[in-house]
């Protein structure tokens, strides 16, 4: 969470001429209510039963760049889905760089308890080798620009045949 997945999901999506979706948002749509209300109302298991049913609808569709909630790797069958029916890209950030962008954050309901940075640093410790196991790539984000981020995602997709090569300009 917090490392760029729909800013440059978005930017990639657009430069590719794909739609961009959004998993959190689309079943913020299909629910009619946020994440921060599902979580309250159905806590985190029921969350994420939600979430892996839109995922798996998600990635049976073609032409999109998906991005999906920080948590989707936490259940096998959407690691196996999203790594078998699409190219995965794992934007790696550094716990304390997600803790500097999300400081002012409070629509994410995983980090309104407690020490955020000490609860960043738990998230990365037991997904970092979910994220790892799911991605076909991984890019470390750093602090780079989201135009140099979406770079080297298409980069790399582009390399791995994920995507048609980008035509020199006239």
């Not at 020490?115 to 037991?126: C, K, Q, T």
Request: proline share 5%; glycine share 8%.
């Amino acid at each position: 969470m917090g490392a760029g997945k729909t800013t440059v999901g978005r930017a990639l999506a657009a430069r590719l001429g794909l739609q961009f979706v959004d998993s959190d948002q689309e079943i913020e749509r299909e629910r009619g209510c946020s994440i921060a209300e599902l979580f309250a109302r159905d806590g985190e298991a029921g969350f994420r039963d939600i979430e892996a049913q839109v995922i798996d609808v998600l990635t049976r569709r073609d032409d999109i760049v998906l991005a999906t909630g920080g948590g989707a790797v936490l259940r096998p069958e959407n690691r196996k889905a999203l790594r078998e029916r699409g190219t995965v890209v794992y934007l790696r950030a550094n716990p304390d760089d997600l803790a500097h962008r999300l400081r002012h954050d409070r629509t994410r309901p995983l980090l309104q308890q407690g020490d955020m940075r000490a609860r960043l640093h738990e998230l990365y410790r037991l997904r970092d080798p979910l994220y790892r196991e799911t991605a076909h790539f991984v890019i470390d984000t750093g602090k780079p620009s989201t135009a140099l981020l979406t770079n080297m995602v298409q980069m790399q997709l582009e390399l791995a045949g994920a995507v048609p090569l980008r035509r020199p300009r006239p």
